[in-house]
Nanobody, 124 residues
Framework: QVQLVESGGGTAQAGGSLRLSCVVS????????MGWFRRAPGSKREFVAS????????IYADSVKGRFTISRDNTQNTVFLQMNNLRPGDTGTYYC?????????????????WGQGTQVTVSS
């Protein structure tokens, strides 16, 4: 059974940075595209970023382009989300997700496995 465990959430001031990690176990990590989604209080879950199985292709939500960077280390079965220049609007629970396909995707229905989430709070 595939397990995804996020870490790295916390509180930051606007303009600050956080780095999220997601360790994957029980699956074929290096054959799966991965993604990050988030849910703000009172809002629906939204796409943040996705990376191909190889780490060479990416998709970003417009709201995070130029500020967030997704990456992966297939030797460590880990995917990262580096978040810079954080804004209060980035506050929410961040979820790591994995999909059977090799290409990145911004659609949550394309993902098969999800982590429990890690909280990110950005204060102004």
């Amino acid at each position: 059974q595939v397990q995804l465990v996020e870490s790295g959430g916390g509180t930051a001031q606007a303009g600050g940075s956080l780095r999220l990690s997601c360790v994957v176990s029980g699956g074929t990590f290096d054959k799966n595209a991965m993604g990050w989604f988030r849910r703000a209080p009172g809002s629906k879950r939204e796409f943040v970023a996705s990376i191909s199985f190889s780490g060479h292709s990416f998709i970003y939500a417009d709201s995070v382009k130029g500020r967030f960077t997704i990456s992966r280390d297939n030797t460590q079965n880990t995917v990262f989300l580096q978040m810079n220049n954080l804004r209060p609007g980035d506050t929410g629970t961040y979820y790591c997700a994995g999909r059977s396909g090799i290409a990145p995707s911004d659609l949550s229905v394309n993902y098969d496995a999800w982590g429990q989430g890690t909280q990110v709070t950005v204060s102004s």
